[in-house]
């Protein structure tokens, strides 16, 4: 059976790459928290546009979705699910609200995983919500025809249980011992959990529920103010490549984790850098009018009224309406359809 001794990783060797993106990530992170001490009445609005993104994304990526409307109020718990789609939304709703709440006190265990794993699925009729899968799936590649060819066979399920309790208890101790950087080991972490395939659905949603759940409890905390679930929704097939990669050769041991860890790093220092931008946006000084000028400035292409709403997490949505329709006025930005679709983009020919 494989098996999972993370405090082998003491002799592993990593590229400059891989170094660097870690020295970067703890260099944002150290000048963050001072950035987030200076400014907490910022901190609500990127929350609460974060949280919204994250259960959005995170469910797209698996197919799963509702109105933008009906996503916000599911978020904000203003309504009840209508159906399987919106019962899987509750369910990641509650799990991450339960991470970034209460992660100090949720230990990275078997029997944890098997508890979020059946709150995932609270809303839903499927009767193994919480537990580990009973028969044995299959990761499928799908062509542009409609073919498709069996990827990658995960464990069988009689060796799930313990493969998950062998991979928790490994992290631990690597962990515990510092054998390696947990910006390293955590990736680790989430490919193997991948590679099991512990249930019989929610394994995509639970890696990234687990992603947020140890970034937190190693003090990584731009999960709580960035999406890491957008920018891995934006980079879904570069998501999907890497983990091919690192799943060759896994049963026998001889994977090379090394294109996800570069992978996850990335979306982890993109997330720091647009926090820093975002914090970085913030001048007590300056008008909403302008706050607002500097934030199109800084956009390419077509953008809408809520992309520079979380671009200006200072100030509220009727300043930023009134700032775009002066702008609009003065030639600045050329706006492109009505009500709900409206968005702009900025006049080329603008002086």
Known sequence: MRRFDYLKLMDSSWDSEVLSLVAQIREHKGKQELYLRQKPIELDRLVEVAKLQSIDSSNRIEGIGTTNARMRQLVEEKTAPRNRDEQEIAGYRDVLNTIHTSYEYIPLKSEIILQLHRDLLAYTDRIF????????????????????????????????????????????????????DPLILIPIFICDFLCIHPFNDGNGRMSRLLTTLLLHKSGFMVGTYISLEQKIEKTKDTYYDVLGKVSRGWHEGEN??????????????????????????????????????????????????????????SIGSSSVEAALKRLKEEGFILRQGNGRSTTYVRNSNYT
């Open 256 to 313: 090379d984790y090394t294109p996800f860890i570069k992978y996850f790093l990335g979306i982890v220092l993109n997330c720091y850098r647009d926090l820093e931008s975002r914090l970085g946006s913030v001048d007590r000084k300056s008008s909403p009018y302008d706050l607002v000028r500097k934030a199109i400035g800084d956009t390419l292409g077509v953008f809408s009224k809520t992309q520079i709403l979380e671009r200006c997490p």
């Open 129 to 180: 919500g919480g537990k580990f899968k009973n028969t044995q799936n299959y990761i499928h590649e799908t062509h542009a025809d409609g073919s498709s060819l069996i990827r990658f066979t995960p464990l069988e399920p009689f060796k799930t249980p313990q493969a998950v309790q062998e991979i928790c208890l490994g992290y631990q101790q690597a962990l515990f011992k510092q054998v390696v």
